[in-house]
């Protein structure tokens, strides 16, 4: 199940299943997302991304869909391993200034039980 | 191999003291970062250099000054550290105009005490 913790949202999920991890962005105008996940000491690493005027792109195991409409990004993760057990982040490009930056979201921890 | 490393992984001092982390990337790529990221895990971007120039400045207390001595190493030096800096320190690089994505560094945890 999802539950917002102190810290962290935490989504609790069991090895086998299928997860959904969700991510509001802010700005209409972003026009590219991408998932980070963070395993414990160690820095974001990228999974997948994907551009505004696509709505669904699938990587190995991963899916991210994005709904414009709502501003909402989602990162489905088939089969979850104990190896998917981290923070993951979605990021919205924001193009500023004649250059890039990267907004982060708060985070959701995954917590893979066998 | 190491795309981004960052020097030193860990860093406890005292308060009013100051200190530099260092971080490398050998991508090739010209633009640099600096994150902080928070006990919540919040992840905010600090500065950012492309080719050596500063670019994004994300209203950073000046004790903070980062430098670029060139487009492979941007180092972050703080200035009388406070307990409020407390936090893990990334650096991330990436490549202009060819896709957004940032590699992060390991991270270097500052504890002020």
């Known amino acids: 199940g999802e539950s917002v913790g102190l810290h962290l949202p935490t989504l609790s999920v069991q090895e086998g299943d299928n997860s959904i991890i969700n991510c509001a962005y802010s700005?209409?105008?972003?026009?590219?997302f991408i998932w980070y996940k963070q395993e414990s000491g160690k820095g974001p690493q990228f999974i997948i991304d994907i551009r505004s005027n696509m709505d669904k792109r699938q990587g190995q195991r991963v899916t991210v869909l994005l709904n414009k409409t709502v501003k909402h990004l989602s990162l489905q993760i088939a089969a979850t391993q104990p190896g998917d057990s981290a923070v993951y982040f979605c990021a919205e490009n924001s193009f500023s200034g004649g250059y890039n930056k990267l907004i982060f979201g708060a985070g959701t921890r995954l917590a893979v039980h066998p | 191999d190491t795309a981004v490393s960052q020097t030193p992984k860990y860093l406890v001092t005292q308060m009013g003291n100051d200190k530099s982390i260092k971080c490398e990337q050998n991508?090739?790529?010209?633009?640099m970062y600096w994150y902080k990221q928070d006990s919540k895990k919040f992840l905010k971007i600090m500065f950012s250099y492309n080719n050596k120039e500063l670019i994004i400045n994300e209203t950073v207390p000046n004790r903070f000054s980062p430098k670029s001595p060139d487009k492979a190493h941007l180092n972050l030096h703080i200035n009388s550290l406070e307990l409020g800096d407390s936090a893990v320190y990334f650096c991330?690089?990436?490549?202009?105009?060819?896709?957004?994505?940032?590699?992060f560094g390991p991270g270097t945890r500052l504890t002020v005490l």
């Open positions: 991330a690089s990436s490549q202009f105009g060819v896709k957004e994505e940032q590699f």
């Open positions: 700005n209409s105008a972003s026009d590219y």
């Open positions: 991508l090739g790529h010209d633009t």
